[in-house]
Structures are given as C-alpha cells and as structure tokens.
C-alpha cells in the first residue's frame, strides 16, 4: 500500500531527524555500521559549520528523495552526495569557512562550491554547496531569492523540496516543496520547471532516475525528453552522462531502447509511462553513488 503526501512528509521529517541527531542519540534509536558512522561525523560537522548567525542551510536534491525511498530508512542508508543551499552567505564566506575542513574540488559553472572529504576508511563523501543566491533558477532570472521559491525552480518534481538542516530549538524545521510529496506518492517523474542549461542532462538523469526508481514519467516528461533525442540523438545524452558523472551509466543501445519504449507508449495516447528494466538491472543503477544523480538541477552544477 502507497504511502500518502501527507505521510510521506511526516517520514521525511522523522527520517532526517535521525540522520542529523547527535552520535549518543542515533546509536540509542538506530545502530549503524562503522562506516556510517564516519559518514555521520563528517556530515554532522558540516551542519555545525554551517550553524551561523544570519545564515539558513537547507538540505536539497536526491538525500531527501533516497531517505524516502531507502526501504531501510536511515539504519543503513550512508549518505555519499549533499546537496547544500545557503540563505545569507556569500561564496567568498562559504569557501573560506569550508575548505577549513574539506577538500575544495572545484567551482562549479554557477558559483558553486563541489568539496569533498576523504575518510579514514577510504570512503569519499561529497558536498556541492551554493548560495541561495547563485542557484541557477534565481541567478538566470535575476530574481530576489528566497528560499521558499526554491522548489519551484528545479527541473523535476522530485528534487522540488529543501529542507532546514539545523532543527530551530522548539520548533520543527522549514520544510519547503512543489510538488515533491505528490510525486514520490504517486512514483511519478514530471516537469517541474522546464528551462535549464543543459537540457540533455535533464533527459539523462530522468531516464536513469525512472529506471533505477521504477517510477512511471508524465507524459510532458517524455515528451521533454523525445523532443530533445530527436534533436540530437543518443550521443548528446552520453556526453551528458559523461561530463556529470564522470562515466557513462546508460549506454547507446540501453538509451536507444529506452527511448524506444517511449516513444510506442507516447503514441499510443498512454500516461504513466514507464520503462521495462529487469531488477537486476535496476539495483545495478542503485548500487553506485551517481546511479540516479543526487544533485538538485535547478543547480546546474555541470
């Protein structure tokens, strides 16, 4: 039986309160492995870092959707991307803050900030953190940013959501979204807003996220997403592939054939359309950290 919104969003809060808890705390309510643990810390230490006067940090992009999605909730889930934005700082502070403590890989197109941090057990884990200002949907538009907008400006409907990532003391955190509760509900992929700068990596993901997930897509996804293989073909969504997640995940012939499912589907008239990829294969996509691509894209971190 599905879980409704409204039960979704109560999970959502429940599950990240556990995720942000202190060590003491989590190890009382949900035992982790070593390795989730050293996860936990360095994750945990960012927030702290973060805790400053006049500054907001907000969780976004595919940590949410995964606390969702993981069957276990947080007892095993280990957290290897976050997507951070920032209400009232400037780049300049946040560099100069974070790189105390991670390892700054590069600035990315927009303005933000891709670090990382090498654990004592090997395992990378990775923060792309931004200004709210220099998130792509408020710096294209040139629009005041607030936070509460920022739902609305991500290319899909489930990545339309931030969260508060410091607990405000006697009150629940600032959750925010568009969308986003009905889509994970219905396990349904949809535009949420159109414009972005890299069109074929929209596509990309979006395939790959309905193929690892087994959500169906709307019918103005697929149409999104026919309109630009007919463009370009096969070859633009592997160079997206290639360029955001350093490798190819889906290759020409899985793509080819995705796209041809699709397309029967769309002309038929159907909604709901939905690929047909053998479980094996979809807990092959699941397995790696960029399987469905966590970042949130109304970031254009590409």
């Given at each position: ?52 006067p006049g500054w907001s940090a907000y969780l976004v992009g595919g940590t ?239």
């Amino acid at each position: 039986m599905r879980s409704s919104a409204v039960q979704l969003r109560s999970l959502l809060r429940s599950r990240l309160a556990d995720l942000m808890a202190p060590l003491r705390q989590q190890e009382r309510k949900t035992p982790r492995s070593d390795s989730a643990r050293t996860v936990q810390v360095a994750m945990l230490e960012v927030v702290r870092r973060l805790n400053r006067p006049g500054w907001s940090a907000y969780l976004v992009g595919g940590t949410l959707r995964d606390l969702l999605v993981h069957p276990e909730g947080v007892r095993r889930f280990e957290p290897r991307d976050l997507d951070i934005v920032v209400a009232g700082a400037t780049g300049d502070e946040l560099q100069a803050l974070l790189r105390e403590h991670l390892t700054l890989e590069r600035l990315t197109r927009f303005g933000g900030l891709h670090l990382s941090k090498t654990l004592l057990s090997g395992t990378r884990v990775s923060f792309d953190v931004w200004t709210l200002a220099d998130t792509w949907g408020f710096h294209s538009q040139q629009i005041v940013p607030r936070i509460e907008d920022f739902p609305g400006t991500t290319f899909l409907n489930i990545d339309s959501c931030a969260v508060e990532l410091q607990e405000p003391q006697g009150s629940e955190r600032a959750l925010y979204e568009k969308g986003f509760f009905a889509g994970m509900a219905n396990r349904t992929l949809d535009v949420n807003y159109a414009p972005n700068p890299y069109p074929y990596l929209c596509a990309a993901r979006a395939l790959l996220l309905a193929a690892r997930l087994d959500f169906t897509m709307a019918r103005s996804l697929v149409e999104f997403i026919l309109d630009h293989s007919a463009a370009g073909g096969v070859e633009p969504l592997i160079e997206a592939q290639r360029s955001h997640y350093g490798t190819v995940l889906s290759d020409a012939s899985e793509l080819a054939a995705w796209l041809q499912q699709m397309r029967r589907q769309f002309v038929r008239g159907e909604h709901g359309l939905r690929l047909e990829v053998p479980r094996a294969r979809r807990l092959n996509l699941g397995g790696g950290q960029a399987s469905a691509g966590s970042r949130s894209h109304s970031l254009a971190s590409s």
